[in-house]
């Protein structure tokens, strides 16, 4: 059966569990190894069953804890040529296996994993889609600023897809933030709004499409509940009930529920 579990999901740290057959990969290490070891642990994993880390980008949100976690399991390392090079020059990758992402995706314990290309402030940043070992297909689609064709195509279809539902436009701009900070969070290279988030699940769901996970929140420019309730609006005009055509959640900071079987 295909598991998940959104391990970590916030600017402090992000991290997400995806495996069947008793084997797992993670997307993203963005807390340290010792962070990881008790989440992973806690839902009932052994860090030995987990067979690759894939990097979604360099930020240290993302791959913070890459280095002693894939040196300490042996675990491969896979991302973008861009990604890896900065990764290799800012020492996060010694002692560590690591790959490009080849064009036609990788096999690994049973599991099919390709990415795609998104938009974001970085070297060279990408989403995934695995399809795990009975068949099931999840997709990971955060730090993005917009939705490009390109991450339509790597989510669409997917039984279980993460999206980023990263802030509300008017808190943003009301908000703390300096000036250029929030200029580049609402750029297209940025993060999802709530409202551009919301957008897209309509057609998600119409596309097969039963577990939505929102992902990436801001702690300063957003609430769980505003987040979940744009995007339940936004799914109830298309009169789409909830827990029968979707199951919606909001992934919290960190780990506080068990492995979702999907």
């Known amino acids: 059966m295909a598991r998940f579990c959104p391990l970590f999901s916030s600017s402090s740290g992000n991290s997400y569990l995806i495996g069947g057959g008793g084997e797992y990969i993670l997307i ?9 070891e008790t989440a992973v642990k806690s839902v009932g994993v052994e860090p030995e069953n987990i067979k690759a880390v894939f990097i979604t980008h360099e930020h240290i949100d993302h ?26 020059k800012h020492g996060h990758l010694a002692g ?43 997709a990971i689609a955060t730090d993005i600023g917009v939705v490009t064709d390109e991450v339509k195509n790597g989510i ?15 808190m943003l701009r009301c908000g703390p ?12 290279i940025g993060h ?12 998600l769901v119409e596309a097969g499409t039963t577990r939505i996970f929102l992902g990436h929140l801001s702690k300063e420019n957003n609430y769980p509940d505003l987040a979940r309730l744009t995007s ?6 298309a009169g789409m ?22």
């Open 232 to 237: 339940l609006g936004a799914l109830h005009d």
């Open 156 to 170: 669409c279809g997917c039984d279980l897809v993460v999206l980023e539902s990263n802030h509300d436009i008017g």
């Open 96 to 138: 560590v296996s690591a790959e490009v992402m080849p064009g036609g995706g990788v096999e690994i314990a049973g599991m099919s994993i390709t990415n795609f290309a998104t938009p974001h402030d970085s070297s060279e940043s990408c989403g995934y889609r695995v399809t795990t070992t009975d068949g099931r297909r999840a």
């Open 28 to 36: 993203d290490a963005g807390v340290s190894a010792k962070r990881l």
């Open 192 to 203: 999802l709004s709530n409202e551009s988030c919301a957008r897209e699940l309509p057609s």
């Open 63 to 88: 791959i913070s804890g890459t280095r002693v976690l894939c040196s300490r399991y042996k675990m491969p390392v896979y991302a973008t040529e861009g990604t890896l090079r900065y990764m290799e």
């Open 177 to 188: 933030y300096p000036y250029v900070l929030k200029q580049r969070i609402l750029s297209d």
């Open 241 to 262: 009930e909830e827990n029968v055509d979707f199951v919606l959640s909001v992934n919290p900071p960190e780990n506080s529920s068990p492995i979702v079987i999907f």
